[in-house]
């Protein structure tokens, strides 16, 4: 081999490194950790059941509270997607859904429940997760049990700017 060779192929290798690893950028993920410590914060102020998922929508941790009935697990569930795909707190999210027609098919759709009790979960500007509840005596109450976990636990549930 000459060394025009060799330096023609340490180039070639060097550049190819530059470009096979991208600089991706980070973000903050809900761990179980926080999870558990939002729901159990749920749990103390209310009486239904609680999900929580993080920023990809997996499912972390779901609580019910005795004699709740079990339909509230997956509305719990659906809540904390609809709040976590949209932004935003599903109560206002449905109120905005019934205020416009076009959007009126929005309730049709298997994984969104357009009732109150899910909120979106944000650190700053970056969604991290979603929380819904389920089961405490109608949406406005799910609402609020939902946000006291979440300023107890130092989450915004609105994006900061």
């Known amino acids: 081999m000459t060394l025009k060779f060799l330096l023609a192929s340490l180039t070639l290798g060097l550049s190819a490194g530059v470009y096979a690893s991208p600089e991706l950028p980070r973000h903050a993920d809900l761990d179980l950790k926080t999870a558990r410590l939002l729901a159990d914060t749920a749990m103390t102020n209310c009486t239904g059941t609680v999900s929580v998922l993080d920023r990809g929508g997996n499912l972390l941790v779901t609580l019910r509270g005795d004699g709740v009935g079990p339909h509230n697990t997956i509305a719990s569930q ?72 979440a300023e107890k636990t130092g989450l915004a549930t609105t994006r900061s700017q």
């Open 78 to 149: 659906r809540k904390a997607y609809t709040a976590l795909s949209t932004k935003t707190a599903t109560r206002l999210f449905a109120e905005r859904a019934r205020s416009n027609p076009e959007t009126a098919n929005l309730n049709t759709l298997d994984e969104l429940l357009l009732l109150g009790g899910g909120i979106p979960l944000f650190l700053g500007t970056e969604l991290v997760g979603a929380m819904g509840v389920a089961g405490s005596g109608g949406g406005e109450q799910d609402e609020k049990c939902a946000i006291k976990a």
